[in-house]
């Protein structure tokens, strides 16, 4: 587990509009520059939001990673619900899911 | 007496980019009295607005987490996050270098503070600047309180980066207005989303307007993180808005928005 390498791209990719470009442009070489596990890297690379989440991320880095991939918030929230019904509960981290599975607390 | 505003406010990004999911009921009240809010502070003629914020990694990560920062620019840029996402277009706020490093050297007395010459604007003070002071024509000082990567600075250090604050204020002849802006109870950026314990956050504002030291103080961040949420960690802001104030406070607005996250709150503090 490399949750701070991951949380550490996300925090990059956030704010840094090279890293954006790259990301786009020379995927492979960008992510090798971080010691991923296979794991993270293959969820990276295929922006699967709901095991980043599982995996630890902070929500406040991986939301804007989910608005960069152009995912609209209800989007975003629904694939993190999948994340955990497909994954199991968060693994790391202080953003665990606490509510039930269907309970759309805003109604999103 | 150099502190002439303080006060406290709410600062999720959805407050302008999920504005068109809200209802328009609870939103546009909120968003009269957020402006209004501005105009109060505006009319005390400050020379600086000291914005104390619990940013989201947009200038800090573990890599080297102050527990407290203080900026130190002549310019500030925001938003970090996308435009269209957030609502806010991208801006440059003016900074007083010369006056951030009189603040920070008093500050020092008593807290080992972190500067930064260089800071990018999060949803966490562009949200509120959007409402205060939507010319961003004042000069920002912009401080932050690390609330997100773990350990985090004790309630009580908050208290006392608030008492730093206060006598910083104090001892420059500028006129000085201070905000601090945080959540209370929210799950901010996970499927919990748009949970909010109202009677938890009630309960917090309560201790906040009577500004009672030992009440505030007493949470544990266990008790917070089961009861408020990890988003309630950012409440380390509004302490040490009360220290730097010392007078009682009088809650404009308080509100659960859930598509916003939280409860939406306004709160001024008189300044003794």
């Known amino acids: 587990m490399s949750l701070y390498a991951m949380q550490k791209f996300l925090y990059h990719l956030n704010r840094d509009a090279g890293v954006q470009t790259r990301f786009k442009t020379d995927q492979e070489a960008l992510l090798g520059e971080y010691p991923f596990t296979d794991e993270e890297r293959s969820a990276i690379a295929s922006g699967d939001v709901g095991l980043i989440y599982v995996l630890g991320a902070n929500g406040q880095l991986l939301m804007h990673f989910a608005a960069y991939l152009g995912m609209p918030w209800p989007d975003y929230i629904a694939s993190m619900r999948e994340g955990v019904a497909k994954h199991g509960p968060v693994r790391a981290g202080v953003y665990a899911m606490t509510t039930a599975m269907n309970e759309k607390v805003a109604g999103v | ?147 997100q990567g773990p350990p985090l600075t004790p309630l009580h250090r908050a208290w006392a980066f608030g008492e730093a604050l206060r006598r910083a204020a104090d001892s420059v002849p500028e006129r000085i207005a201070i905000i601090a802006t945080g959540g209370i109870s929210h799950w901010p950026a996970t499927p919990d989303s748009g949970k ?38 950012e409440i380390r802001t509004f302490i040490s808005l009360a220290a730097a104030a010392r007078g009682a406070g009088a809650i404009r607005h308080f509100q659960p928005i859930p598509i916003f996250s939280v409860t939406c709150t306004l709160g001024v503090m008189e300044v003794i």
């Open chain 2, 1 to 147: 007496m150099s502190l002439v505003f303080a006060g406290v406010c709410s600062h999720a990004p959805g407050i302008t980019g999920r504005a068109h999911l809200a209802d328009p009921a609870l939103r546009d009240p909120f968003h009269a009295a957020f402006r209004a809010m501005g105009d109060e502070l505006r009319a005390t003629k400050p020379d600086a607005l000291v914005l104390v914020g619990a940013e989201h990694f947009g200038n800090f990560f573990m890599n080297n987490m102050p527990a407290y920062a203080i900026g130190m620019g002549a310019e500030y840029s925001g938003p970090i996050e996308d435009s269209a996402w957030i609502g806010i277009a991208k801006t440059r706020i003016p900074g007083n270098p010369d006056l951030s490093q009189r603040l920070i050297t008093e500050v020092l007395q008593t807290v080992d503070v972190s500067f930064a010459e260089e800071w990018l604007l999060d949803h966490g003070l562009i949200v509120p600047l959007n409402f205060l002071t939507p010319n961003y024509d004042l000069n920002i000082i912009p401080v932050n309180i690390n609330c």
């Open chain 2, 196 to 233: 909010i314990n109202v009677e938890w956050d009630r309960e917090f504002m309560a201790r906040w307007a009577r500004n009672d030291r030992e009440a505030l103080l007493a949470y544990s961040d266990a008790d917070i993180y089961r009861d408020a949420g990890q988003g309630g960690f």
